[in-house]
């Protein structure tokens, strides 16, 4: 009787996490529940802007959405296509909240260090944060405009 409980729960559990890990709702909140692990994002920079993964950008009409007092690290990643003339360029993003008055700076990325990280921890709902390039590059005009909002 022990033993088929056993197996019984060992099943649910393989099931649970099975489901958890094909829908990502149910994964989120098993991820949630650990607190201190760091919700990772990634962001595209290119000469042209910040973009998602599916290479829509980022800015004031369609800001980088991030939950309320978590641990974020946005890990930027060099994507300047090898035919531009920005594909030898120089980034380095830096973030500040105006509220809390801060700035924090990624390492520079380049076509030989193509990531770089900046972690902090998120504020209350509404919230904002601005990201922008801090190194002179081809694409300065359009890397100004990644808007970070707490949801």
């Not at 094909?22 to 990634?42: M, R, V």
């Not at 209350?124 to 909002?149: A, F, P, T």
Request: hydrophobic share 35%; proline share 4%; net charge positive.
């Amino acid at each position: 009787m022990k033993q088929s409980r056993m197996k019984l729960l060992a099943l649910g559990t393989a099931l649970m996490l099975s489901i958890g890990m094909a829908h990502p709702t149910i994964g989120l909140a098993f991820s949630k529940s650990e607190g201190n692990d760091p919700i990772e994002i990634k962001v595209k920079v290119t000469q042209n802007g910040f973009l998602d993964q599916r290479g829509k950008p980022y800015g004031p009409k369609n800001p980088l959405k991030i939950p309320e007092g978590k641990l974020a690290r946005i890990t930027f990643v060099f994507s300047e296509n090898m035919t531009s003339l920005a594909y030898g360029d120089t980034h380095q993003v830096a973030i500040m909240s105006k509220e809390k008055q801060w700035t924090k700076e990624s390492e520079k990325i380049w076509m030989f260090n193509q990531t770089a990280s900046v972690t902090f921890r998120t504020g209350k709902e509404g919230e904002k944060y601005r990201g922008y390039c801090i190194v002179d590059c081809l694409g300065m005009d359009h890397l100004n405009n990644l808007v970070i909002q707490v949801v």
